[in-house]
């Protein structure tokens, strides 16, 4: 099982990313797939999700209108288009995937660094 988490970099706010994630085949299509993403200092924040089925949910207020999550059965990747960025969204950001019927996100990718200049 793995997921690997690509497209940070550093980008002034108003910009916009789009972050990858590849998921491993037998993960791909049955499992919830979400994007977290820890700023120093503080917690771990969940900031969007999308379904196996492809029903995507937000998490976090700050970003609602802003990040988009997508899934691209093809290529086997997640990817989080974020637009409108804000020195505040400055964070790693991970990938992440659980089984559907548990609450906990049981794979991780490694993480992407995100930063947003003023």
């Known amino acids: 099982v793995q997921l690997q988490a690509s497209g940070g970099g550093t980008v002034q706010a108003g910009g916009s990313l789009r972050l990858s994630c590849a998921v491993s085949g037998r993960i791909f299509g049955n499992y919830d797939m979400g994007w977290f993403r820890q700023a120093p200092g503080r917690e771990r924040e969940f900031v969007v999700g999308?379904?196996?089925?492809?029903?995507?949910?937000a998490g976090a207020d700050s970003v609602k209108g802003r990040f988009t999550i997508s899934s691209d059965n093809a290529k086997n990747t997640v990817s989080l288009q974020m637009d409108s960025l804000k020195p505040e969204d400055t964070a790693v950001y991970y990938c992440a995937a659980r089984d559907p019927s548990r609450q906990s996100w049981a794979y991780w990718g490694q993480g992407t660094q995100v930063t947003v200049s003023s």
């Open positions: 999308i379904t196996w089925s492809g029903v995507s949910y």
